[in-house]
C-alpha cells in the first residue's frame, strides 16, 4: 500500500509526476533544509491551549469565535497528535486502492451534537492572503474521513488559527493571529483519495511547468501547464 499523510498528499497533488514517482519508484522530493521554527512554535500553542484545556476554557484567540469546545481527554489528544515511529495519530486504510493513511492534528474541538472539529495551527512570516486558507482545504478534508474511519462523527467546518510575528521587543515576539473557518466533508477527503489511486495506477504524467522538482529533474523534458 502507498502511505500517505493529509498534510503531505496536498503538496504532492500539486505535481501529479511527483505523485507517481513516490508511489511507484519510491523516488520522493528532496527534503532541503526543514525550517525548524514552525514546528517548535506548533508545540508552543499546543501546549499554551492545552493549559486552557484543563482550565475547561477557550483560548481568547478563539473564544466567542468557534462553534465548539477543546476536546477533554488531553491523554487521548497527545496520542492522536503523535505520529513517531509510525504509531499514533489518527490511521486508516483503504483497501479497494491499496492506500492507507496516517495523520496527526494539531487541535480537536468538539461541538454540542458531539461531532468533531479538525483544528490546524499554521504558522507564517507575514499576513495571510485572501486565499491563504485554500491551500490547506485537501488536509482538512482527509482529517475529517480519518475521524469517520475511526468511527468518531465529524462536523461539516473546521478551524485553521493562523499566526504571523507583529514586532519583537526585549527577547519578547508579539503575533497577530486569524481564524478562518472552512466548511469540510469526509466525502471530498475521499475524491482525493481516489485521485491520488486514478493517478499512481495510470502511466506516468509529464513534468509539471511550475514544478520545481520537475525542472530540476527534466531538462529537454515536454512539460504540462
Known sequence: MIKISPSGVGML????????????EGIKRPAGIFPSLPGGMDEIFKNYFDTYRIKGELPPEIEGKVDGKLFEDLEKLKAWRDINFGKGGFYAQFPDVDIEMRGAIDELLINDKGEYIPFDFKTRGYPTKFDTHEHYQHQLD??????????LKSANY?????????????GVTS????????????????????????????????AHAECEFCLYRGVGEEFEE
Open 13 to 24: 497533488l500539486e505535481c501529479p509526476k511527483c505523485l507517481w514517482l513516490f508511489a511507484n
Open 142 to 151: 482527509l482529517y475529517t474521513l480519518l475521524f469517520e474511519k475511526n468511527n
Open 158 to 170: 473546521g478551524y485553521l488559527l493562523f499566526f504571523w510575528p507583529k514586532k519583537y521587543s526585549k
Open 175 to 206: 503575533f497577530e493571529t486569524e481564524l478562518v473557518k472552512m466548511k469540510v466533508s469526509p466525502e471530498n477527503g475521499m475524491k482525493i483519495i481516489n485521485e491520488v489511486h486514478e493517478i499512481i495506477t495510470n502511466p506516468m504524467p509529464p
